[in-house]
Structures are given as C-alpha cells and as structure tokens.
C-alpha cells in the first residue's frame, strides 16, 4: 500500500464558521441545494459527531453511485475535519481509503481560507495518476466554490 498526499486550499468570502458548518455539519441540509448531482446525504450511523458514518448518494447521472465518510475529528470550536472515505465506487480498484483534512481559517476580509490536506491510500503498489487526482480535485473545489457562492446568495442560511 502506498499513501500519495495533496494539499490544497480556497479562498472565498464567507466566514469559516458558516463554511463549516455548510460542508461539514449540514452537509445534509446544504449540498444537495447547491449541487445537482447529489441526491441525498444520510447519516447511516451515529450522531453525525466522531466515529458517524455519513453516505451520500449521487443521482442517476452522476458519475459516483454513492460514497460513504467516517468522521474521525470535528472540532466545530476551531473549525477543523478530519473524515474518510471509507466506501463507495470513487474508490475504484485501485484506493482503499482517502483521508481529509479540512481546516476553515478566518482571513482579514471576513471570509475563510479552505486548506485542504487528502491522503490517499492505494491497494498494493498502484501509482496514481496525476489527471486522476486532479480531476477529483477540481470537482471538489467547484463544490466548495459553488457552496461559497449559495451562502452569499443566502445569507441566512447556516448564519
């Protein structure tokens, strides 16, 4: 098994503690409005806090059928995730798990810096290909740009 780390981060001009709680503790709530690709967001076990299983489930035309995370760390005070995916058709045959760090820092203007930390952990000794991962990453960012701009758009929302 090989472990292949990235980093990455956003800038937008929400503040941290309603991007959080967008993409972290109300995905369920958020996502699926700012995203047309997601059906669904179930927590399937737990309380949604550490140790939870959260799946989502992707609609007909998506890519992904469905994924599932396990919460490892939520600090909602510092605004910090960690989360794995643990299951689900994004892995393919060549991942066992990918591993996230989220951190939301709060930036002069208000808003927040994303900073974005993915581990991904292959099965035997594949190599992953860079336009692999970038794809992955860019849909990812597009979610998070996406979220941002539902959160200006609805300022009541996660307020």
Avoid at 141 to 150: E, I, P, T, V
């Amino acid at each position: 098994m090989g472990v292949f780390s990235f980093f990455h981060e956003l800038k937008t001009n929400v503040s941290p503690k309603r991007m959080f709680k967008a993409l972290i503790t109300n995905n369920h709530d958020v996502l699926p409005k700012v995203s047309p690709s997601i059906k669904n967001i179930e927590t399937v076990q737990g309380d949604g806090g550490v140790g939870s299983i959260k799946q989502t489930n992707f609609g007909d035309d998506a890519h992904y059928k469905y994924m599932k995370n396990r919460v490892d760390f939520l600090d909602a005070e510092n605004y910090v995730s960690k989360f794995t995916l643990i299951e689900g058709d994004a892995l393919g045959d060549q991942l066992e798990k990918i591993c996230y760090e989220m951190k939301f820092e709060d930036t002069k203007d208000g808003g927040c810096v994303i900073k974005i930390t993915s581990d991904y952990h292959t099965k035997g000794d594949v190599v992953l290909k860079e336009e692999d991962i970038n794809a992955g990453k860019e849909h990812a960012m597009g979610l998070y740009k996406a979220c941002a701009d539902y959160l200006i758009a609805n300022p009541h929302v996660c307020a």
